[in-house]
């Protein structure tokens, strides 16, 4: 089976610039969950999508938003960028069944550096 | 989810037993303990979970606690791949599936 899949692997975007970041499940996977990676906060959940709904959140602001298509594929907006959200963007996938485990499987991660 | 501890370093001698603890004195009956490392710059993987036996599988061994206040993961014969930031987490299934929360994780370090 093919792994899970981020892109772009790495971007470069200015202050107050939107971006949108996707991510390819494991085959089957209808579970999304996407976290943020920085030195000083370390791994943080944003929110997870499951059949298209989100169904769990983290604390993040609303600029930070998602999305999950019909094909369990997911996307990751931000919205006026700030410095701050330069960090590592996780996605990982998993079954999500509620008689499942939390076994993730992450993905490479794309490198957002804001400037 | 109950909040982890783990000592934020440790080191071990590359073909010896790595030992990394974990103290989750808050854990409900219903929640897993997990263990993920990360290799620097990469995605997170995951290594095994439990929810009161010892588990082992080929990357490691689980051992939790008859109280489950605590456990330990056990790589058997640690190599220098091995080197890497393990997170041990406490979860449990249904709603919270999907959402794991990691805290700073051990750094261990196999050395030559």
Redesign the interface.
């Known amino acids: 089976k093919a792994g899970?899949t981020q892109t772009p692997r790495y971007l470069i975007k200015t202050r107050g610039q939107q971006v949108t970041l996707s991510c390819s499940p494991i085959s089957g996977h209808r579970?999304?969950?996407w976290?943020q990676q920085t030195p000083g906060q370390?791994?943080?959940?944003l929110f997870?999508y499951?059949s298209e709904t989100q169904?769990?959140k983290?604390n993040f602001p609303g600029r930070f938003s998602g999305r999950q298509f019909s094909n369990s594929r997911s996307e990751m907006n931000v919205s006026t960028l700030e410095l701050g959200d330069s960090a590592?963007y996780?996605c990982?996938s998993?079954p999500?069944?509620?008689?499942?485990?939390?076994?993730?499987?992450?993905?490479?991660?794309t490198r957002l550096t804001v400037l | 989810d109950a909040k982890t501890t783990q000592p934020t370093s440790m080191d071990c001698a590359e073909g010896r037993a790595a030992n990394l603890p974990c103290n989750h004195s808050t854990i409900s009956g219903n929640e897993?303990v997990?263990w993920y490392r990360?290799i620097h710059?990469?995605?997170?993987?995951?290594i095994i979970?439990g929810l009161k036996n010892n588990e082992t599988n080929e990357m490691a061994s689980l051992i939790i606690t008859e109280d489950r206040k605590s456990s330990t993961l056990i790589l058997p014969h640690a190599t220098l791949r091995d080197t890497a930031v393990y997170?041990c987490i406490v979860?449990g299934?249904?709603?919270?599936?999907?959402?794991?929360?990691?805290?700073?994780?051990t750094q261990l370090t196999v050395w030559p």
């Open positions: 899970v579970s999304v969950s976290y370390g791994l943080q959940f997870e499951f169904r769990n983290g590592l996780l990982a998993s999500g069944l509620a008689d499942s485990y939390n076994e993730q499987f992450f993905g490479p991660g | 897993y997990y990360q710059s990469q995605g997170p993987q995951y979970h997170y979860t299934r249904g709603s919270t599936l999907g959402r794991l929360y990691f805290g700073r994780g």
